[in-house]
């Protein structure tokens, strides 16, 4: 089972590392990471998902919220957010099967971003399960190699994280200062 956790953190130097090491030190895997600031140059986003049952997503919100330069946790409950990941998948083509390859990658509204005389990249972004499709299709193809952002998460609803005139308390299961 995976949980997703969307954290807000102060945007200073070592703060991914906490945060990583704290899933580490309990012998959670993270399953994927992804960063980047928020609207705020002083903040940053970051969007992890890790294994583990009810019992280990509520300890670990409860850990990540006792780092100083934790600002906010929220779980990522289906249904509460917005999840999207990209991937470039790099699919061999040799044989004539370009076309086909192609005609795939439309279906899933991929696009066509590299074309080499053997291979083709493709692009696509989606929630987990239509990259892991796309990926699994074309490995009939024979998938040369792939890159994966991770999934990045966004609360759905009008309000923004703090500092939006919002409370916390009206935010899906967030912690915060």
């Known amino acids: 089972m995976e949980f997703t956790l969307g954290i807000l953190v102060d945007n ?44 280990v997503r509520i300890q670990m919100q409860r850990q990540l919220d006792k780092l100083v330069e934790v600002v906010g946790v929220y779980h990522m409950a289906e249904g509460t957010s917005v999840e999207r990941e990209l991937a470039l998948i790099k699919v061999r083509t040799d044989g004539g099967r370009r076309a086909e390859v192609m005609q795939i990658a439309q279906t899933f509204r991929a696009g066509v971003i ?25 490995r009939d193809f024979g998938v ?14 009008p309000g923004a994280l703090p500092g939006d005139g919002e409370s916390q308390g009206d935010r899906p299961e967030a912690q915060a200062r």
């Open 144 to 157: 040369l190699e792939v890159a994966r952002t991770g999934a990045v998460a966004m609360l759905r609803g």
């Open 12 to 55: 200073e130097a070592g703060v991914l590392a906490r945060v990583a090491s704290l899933f580490s030190r309990r012998g959670y895997n993270i399953q994927s990471l992804a960063v980047g600031p928020t609207d705020d140059p002083g903040t940053s986003w970051i969007t992890l998902r890790a294994e583990g049952g009810e019992a």
């Open 114 to 138: 590299d074309v080499s005389p053997r291979s083709v990249v493709l692009e696509t972004t989606g929630d987990s399960a239509k990259v892991n499709a796309l990926i699994e299709v074309m």
